[in-house]
C-alpha cells in the first residue's frame, strides 16, 4: 500500500506560477507511472500530465501543455508539477495518482487506470 500526500497549493494570482508536489510514503513510486489531475466543484476531473516510470517520456492533457511541467525523483519518491501563467478558472483540487501498472513504459491519461490518489491540495487563483 503506497499513501500519496500533495503538498505545494496555495492563492496566487493570474499568471503566477506554482509547483505542487506529491510525496509517498510505504512502498515505493518508482516502477509505476505517475499522473496529475484536477477537479474544481461541479466539474469532472481533468487529466493534467502524466509520466513513465523512469521519467523517460511524458504527456500532457490540453489545459497544460505548453505551461506545465511534470517531472519525478525516485529516490525521493516524490513527482512534481510545475505550474505557470495561472487563470482564475484553473481553481481546483489538485491531485496526483499512482498507475495501476509497473515497469511498462505507458503513459496513461484516464483516471481508471490509476488505483492510488492523494487527498489533493486546493489551488486558488485570484484575478
Known amino acids: 500500500q503506497v499513501q500519496l500526500v500533495e503538498s505545494g497549493g496555495g492563492l496566487v494570482q493570474a499568471g503566477g506560477s506554482l509547483r505542487l508536489s506529491c510525496a509517498a510514503s510505504?512502498?515505493?513510486?518508482?516502477?509505476?507511472?505517475m499522473g496529475w489531475f484536477r477537479q474544481a466543484p461541479g466539474k469532472e476531473r481533468e487529466f493534467l500530465a502524466a509520466i513513465t516510470w523512469n521519467g523517460a517520456r511524458t504527456d500532457y492533457g490540453d489545459p497544460a501543455k505548453g505551461r506545465f511541467t511534470i517531472s519525478r525523483d525516485n529516490a525521493k519518491k516524490a513527482v512534481y508539477l510545475q505550474m505557470n501563467s495561472l487563470k482564475p478558472e484553473e481553481t481546483a483540487v489538485y491531485s496526483c495518482?499512482?498507475?495501476?501498472?509497473?515497469?511498462?513504459?505507458?503513459?496513461?491519461?484516464?483516471?481508471?487506470?490509476?488505483?492510488?490518489w492523494g487527498q489533493g491540495t486546493q489551488v486558488t487563483v485570484s484575478s
Open positions: 495518482a499512482r498507475s495501476m501498472t509497473y515497469f511498462d513504459g505507458d503513459l496513461y491519461t484516464t483516471a481508471g487506470a490509476y488505483s492510488d
Open positions: 510505504g512502498r515505493t513510486l518508482s516502477p509505476y507511472g
